[in-house]
């Protein structure tokens, strides 16, 4: 009989341990989120600097004040430390924010090609007033 009592008493220890543990780490997960959550706004925001530099505030205005709203909101949650809501608003302001810097450089693109058009149709117009 002794020997079982010691018995439970090590599984219990064993339990013990593990449980504290496990709190011990669900405590400084939340601190890892928080800093992670940050280094998400940031990343957003360093997204929403980069998108609007590359003129998307001219050729894609709505895609950016998309990747606005949602970053400014990312920051209101991570201030309210609501941090898993602030990281995924941040991850999607930064979706947001490559879309509108693509779509500015697409129209931007565009618009260059359209230019090159013009001036080939006007060479080709000069071309074949020449050769009359």
């Known amino acids: 009989m002794d020997g079982k009592k010691r018995r439970i008493q090590q599984v219990f220890v064993v339990v013990?341990?593990?449980?504290?543990?496990?709190a011990a780490g669900c405590g400084s997960s939340k601190k890892m989120t928080a800093?992670?959550?940050?280094?998400?706004?940031?990343?957003?925001?360093k997204a929403f600097s980069v998108a609007k530099e590359g003129?998307?505030?001219q050729n894609a205005k709505e895609a950016l004040a998309v990747a606005e709203?949602?970053?400014a909101k990312a920051k209101d949650?991570?201030?309210?430390?609501?941090?898993?809501?602030?990281?995924?608003?941040?991850?999607?302001?930064v979706?947001?924010?490559?879309?509108?810097?693509?779509r500015a450089?697409?129209?931007k693109n565009l618009d260059i090609?359209?230019?090159i058009k013009k001036d080939t149709n006007v060479l080709r117009q000069e071309i074949e007033q020449m050769s009359k």
């Open 16 to 22: 013990t341990v593990i449980g504290l543990l496990f």
């Open 35 to 45: 800093q992670m959550s940050g280094e998400k706004i940031f990343q957003a925001d």
């Open 55 to 57: 003129n998307a505030s």
């Open 69 to 71: 709203g949602k970053l």
């Open 77 to 93: 949650a991570f201030a309210k430390k609501n941090y898993e809501v602030a990281a995924d608003l941040a991850e999607q302001a």
């Open 95 to 102: 979706v947001d924010a490559e879309y509108a810097r693509a």
């Open 105 to 107: 450089t697409t129209q």
């Open 113 to 115: 090609a359209e230019g």
